[in-house]
Protein backbone atom coordinates (compact mmCIF):
# COMPACT_ATOMS: atom_id res chain seq x y z
CA UNK A 1 0.00 0.00 0.00
CA UNK A 2 1.58 3.08 -1.16
CA UNK A 3 0.32 5.30 1.68
CA UNK A 4 1.85 2.61 4.24
CA UNK A 5 5.29 3.32 2.02
CA UNK A 6 4.94 7.16 2.82
CA UNK A 7 4.31 6.70 6.44
CA UNK A 8 7.32 4.69 6.73
CA UNK A 9 9.00 7.65 4.82
CA UNK A 10 7.67 10.07 7.40
CA UNK A 11 8.53 8.07 10.20
CA UNK A 12 12.30 8.18 9.04
CA UNK A 13 12.48 11.89 9.11
CA UNK A 14 11.04 11.77 12.59
CA UNK A 15 13.56 9.38 13.96
CA UNK A 16 16.39 11.39 12.63
CA UNK A 17 15.06 14.63 14.30
CA UNK A 18 14.02 13.22 17.61
CA UNK A 19 16.84 10.77 18.08
CA UNK A 20 13.60 8.04 18.43
CA UNK A 21 14.53 4.31 16.82
CA UNK A 22 12.46 3.89 13.95
CA UNK A 23 10.15 0.63 14.88
CA UNK A 24 7.96 -0.88 11.84
CA UNK A 25 5.68 -2.19 14.79
CA UNK A 26 5.14 1.58 16.30
CA UNK A 27 4.22 2.50 12.89
CA UNK A 28 1.94 0.57 11.65
CA UNK A 29 1.42 -2.97 14.12
CA UNK A 30 -1.86 -3.42 12.16
CA UNK A 31 -1.74 -7.30 12.64
CA UNK A 32 -4.37 -6.65 15.63
CA UNK A 33 -6.90 -5.55 13.89
CA UNK A 34 -8.96 -8.04 12.53
CA UNK A 35 -11.22 -6.40 10.10
CA UNK A 36 -9.43 -5.18 7.14
CA UNK A 37 -12.01 -1.95 6.79
CA UNK A 38 -10.23 -0.92 10.33
CA UNK A 39 -6.97 -1.39 9.48
CA UNK A 40 -7.08 1.00 6.31
CA UNK A 41 -9.04 3.49 8.71
CA UNK A 42 -5.89 3.59 11.30
CA UNK A 43 -3.40 3.57 8.70
CA UNK A 44 -5.20 6.89 7.39
CA UNK A 45 -5.38 8.08 10.75
CA UNK A 46 -1.64 7.62 11.09
CA UNK A 47 -1.10 8.90 7.78
CA UNK A 48 -2.57 11.98 8.35
CA UNK A 49 -0.69 12.77 11.88
CA UNK A 50 3.02 12.13 9.57
CA UNK A 51 1.89 14.15 6.99
CA UNK A 52 1.17 16.69 9.93
CA UNK A 53 4.57 16.20 11.63
CA UNK A 54 6.63 16.24 8.47
CA UNK A 55 5.21 20.11 7.73
CA UNK A 56 6.43 20.58 11.91
CA UNK A 57 9.65 19.50 10.97
CA UNK A 58 10.58 22.02 8.74
CA UNK A 59 10.86 24.78 11.34
CA UNK A 60 10.64 22.93 14.55
CA UNK A 61 11.95 20.27 16.32
CA UNK A 62 9.88 16.86 17.53
CA UNK A 63 10.45 14.57 20.67
CA UNK A 64 8.76 11.93 21.63
CA UNK A 65 7.90 11.22 25.39
CA UNK A 66 7.09 7.59 25.87
CA UNK A 67 6.33 7.48 29.66
CA UNK A 68 5.70 3.57 29.42
CA UNK A 69 8.28 2.57 26.72
CA UNK A 70 6.41 0.76 24.49
CA UNK A 71 6.59 1.55 20.32
CA UNK A 72 2.94 1.22 19.54
CA UNK A 73 0.45 4.27 18.99
CA UNK A 74 -3.22 3.80 20.29
CA UNK A 75 -5.88 2.47 17.84
CA UNK A 76 -8.64 3.22 20.22
CA UNK A 77 -9.35 6.12 22.44
CA UNK A 78 -6.65 5.37 25.31
CA UNK A 79 -5.07 6.98 28.62
CA UNK A 80 -2.47 9.68 27.61
CA UNK A 81 -0.36 8.15 30.54
CA UNK A 82 0.00 5.00 28.57
CA UNK A 83 0.87 6.04 24.89
CA UNK A 84 3.89 7.84 23.36
CA UNK A 85 3.32 11.62 22.39
CA UNK A 86 5.10 14.49 20.62
CA UNK A 87 6.48 17.65 22.08
CA UNK A 88 7.29 20.39 19.82
CA UNK A 89 10.15 22.59 20.21
CA UNK A 90 11.19 25.66 18.51
CA UNK A 91 15.20 25.43 17.63
CA UNK A 92 16.00 26.95 20.90
CA UNK A 93 14.59 23.75 22.01
CA UNK A 94 11.66 25.44 24.09
CA UNK A 95 8.34 23.41 24.45
CA UNK A 96 5.56 25.18 22.24
CA UNK A 97 2.97 22.89 22.78
CA UNK A 98 2.07 18.97 22.63
CA UNK A 99 0.42 16.99 20.02
CA UNK A 100 -1.19 13.80 20.95
CA UNK A 101 -2.46 11.13 19.05
CA UNK A 102 -6.13 9.39 20.37
CA UNK A 103 -6.02 10.46 24.14
CA UNK A 104 -8.62 10.79 26.30
CA UNK A 105 -9.65 14.11 27.43
CA UNK A 106 -12.02 15.74 30.17
CA UNK A 107 -14.48 17.89 28.93
CA UNK A 108 -16.34 20.86 30.60
CA UNK A 109 -19.78 19.00 30.77
CA UNK A 110 -17.56 15.83 32.38
CA UNK A 111 -17.41 13.90 29.32
CA UNK A 112 -14.17 12.51 27.31
CA UNK A 113 -13.46 13.08 24.22
CA UNK A 114 -10.56 11.32 21.88
CA UNK A 115 -9.92 13.61 19.32
CA UNK A 116 -7.61 11.53 16.54
CA UNK A 117 -5.03 14.57 16.83
CA UNK A 118 -5.38 16.66 19.85
CA UNK A 119 -2.93 19.80 20.20
CA UNK A 120 -2.26 20.42 23.82
CA UNK A 121 -0.69 23.47 25.79
CA UNK A 122 3.28 22.94 26.63
CA UNK A 123 2.56 22.15 30.67
CA UNK A 124 -0.15 19.72 30.16
CA UNK A 125 -0.66 16.48 32.16
CA UNK A 126 -1.08 12.95 31.12
CA UNK A 127 -4.47 13.58 32.97
CA UNK A 128 -5.32 16.57 30.33
CA UNK A 129 -8.57 18.22 30.03
CA UNK A 130 -10.14 21.01 28.13
CA UNK A 131 -8.16 23.38 29.79
CA UNK A 132 -5.21 22.02 28.37
CA UNK A 133 -6.43 21.47 24.40
CA UNK A 134 -6.50 24.43 21.93
CA UNK A 135 -7.22 22.57 18.77
CA UNK A 136 -8.23 19.67 17.88
CA UNK A 137 -8.35 17.65 14.17
CA UNK A 138 -10.60 14.17 13.48
CA UNK A 139 -9.81 12.27 10.14
CA UNK A 140 -12.41 10.30 8.41
CA UNK A 141 -11.29 7.44 5.93
CA UNK A 142 -13.93 7.01 3.11
CA UNK A 143 -13.55 3.31 1.63
CA UNK A 144 -14.72 5.39 -1.79
CA UNK A 145 -13.43 8.26 -2.81
CA UNK A 146 -16.72 10.04 -3.43
CA UNK A 147 -18.42 9.27 -0.64
CA UNK A 148 -19.05 12.16 1.85
CA UNK A 149 -18.45 12.95 5.56
CA UNK A 150 -21.59 11.48 7.58
CA UNK A 151 -24.08 13.59 9.10
CA UNK A 152 -22.97 11.90 12.39
CA UNK A 153 -19.53 11.95 11.86
CA UNK A 154 -19.41 15.77 11.42
CA UNK A 155 -21.95 16.37 14.38
CA UNK A 156 -19.52 14.04 16.50
CA UNK A 157 -16.67 16.65 15.58
CA UNK A 158 -18.77 19.34 16.78
CA UNK A 159 -19.60 18.40 19.90
CA UNK A 160 -16.09 17.56 20.67
CA UNK A 161 -15.37 21.29 20.32
CA UNK A 162 -17.92 22.61 22.29
CA UNK A 163 -17.18 19.60 25.03
CA UNK A 164 -13.24 20.39 24.57
CA UNK A 165 -13.60 24.72 24.22
CA UNK A 166 -11.59 24.75 21.67
CA UNK A 167 -13.37 27.20 19.03
CA UNK A 168 -10.89 29.43 19.41
CA UNK A 169 -9.05 27.27 17.68
CA UNK A 170 -7.26 29.47 14.82
CA UNK A 171 -6.82 32.18 16.77
CA UNK A 172 -5.14 30.81 19.61
CA UNK A 173 -2.76 27.86 17.09
CA UNK A 174 -1.70 31.07 15.20
CA UNK A 175 -0.07 32.75 18.34
CA UNK A 176 1.40 29.12 18.94
CA UNK A 177 3.21 28.03 16.01
CA UNK A 178 2.97 28.29 12.24
CA UNK A 179 2.12 25.32 9.66
CA UNK A 180 4.93 25.90 6.60
CA UNK A 181 3.08 23.77 4.21
CA UNK A 182 -0.48 22.88 5.39
CA UNK A 183 -1.01 26.64 6.08
CA UNK A 184 -4.71 26.29 5.87
CA UNK A 185 -4.59 24.30 9.20
CA UNK A 186 -4.78 26.26 11.57
CA UNK A 187 -7.82 25.62 13.07
CA UNK A 188 -10.41 22.34 14.21
CA UNK A 189 -10.21 20.31 11.31
CA UNK A 190 -12.09 16.89 9.77
CA UNK A 191 -10.13 15.60 7.71
CA UNK A 192 -10.94 13.11 4.86
CA UNK A 193 -10.03 11.25 1.77
CA UNK A 194 -13.81 11.32 0.40
CA UNK A 195 -15.86 14.65 0.29
CA UNK A 196 -16.59 16.67 2.70
CA UNK A 197 -20.41 16.77 4.66
CA UNK A 198 -21.28 20.15 3.20
CA UNK A 199 -19.95 23.24 1.57
CA UNK A 200 -21.68 25.91 3.58
CA UNK A 201 -19.19 27.97 4.77
CA UNK A 202 -21.71 29.74 7.27
CA UNK A 203 -22.29 26.16 8.73
CA UNK A 204 -18.42 25.47 9.39
CA UNK A 205 -18.08 29.13 10.39
CA UNK A 206 -20.97 28.98 13.50
CA UNK A 207 -19.49 25.35 14.69
CA UNK A 208 -15.91 26.36 14.66
CA UNK A 209 -14.52 23.80 11.98
CA UNK A 210 -12.76 23.59 8.82
CA UNK A 211 -13.28 20.00 6.44
CA UNK A 212 -10.69 19.25 4.44
CA UNK A 213 -11.64 16.69 1.43
CA UNK A 214 -9.92 14.61 -0.53
CA UNK A 215 -6.40 14.75 1.98
CA UNK A 216 -4.76 11.76 0.64
CA UNK A 217 -1.38 10.89 -1.88
CA UNK A 218 -1.75 11.88 -5.82
CA UNK A 219 -5.05 14.06 -4.47
CA UNK A 220 -5.22 17.89 -4.10
CA UNK A 221 -6.89 18.41 -1.41
CA UNK A 222 -9.67 21.33 -0.42
CA UNK A 223 -10.53 23.29 2.59
CA UNK A 224 -13.96 24.24 3.34
CA UNK A 225 -14.78 26.52 6.14
Not at 21 to 48: P, Q
Request: charged letters at 30%; a positive charge.
Amino acid sequence: MRKLEKIKKYAESLAQASQWKYSKEAIANINTIKKDERKKEYIYEFYCVMRIIDDLLIDYKIEVVNPNKIVVFPKAPSLKKNYPYFLVKNLKGEVLFQLCIGVKIMGHIDETNAPDISFQKKNSSVNPNYKDVFMIFDAKFKHRLNARVSDGEFSKICMMIDNLKCKNAEANSSKIFKFKKLIEFHGNCLISNGNAYKENSKLHSHHCIKEIEKFDEDLNYKMIC
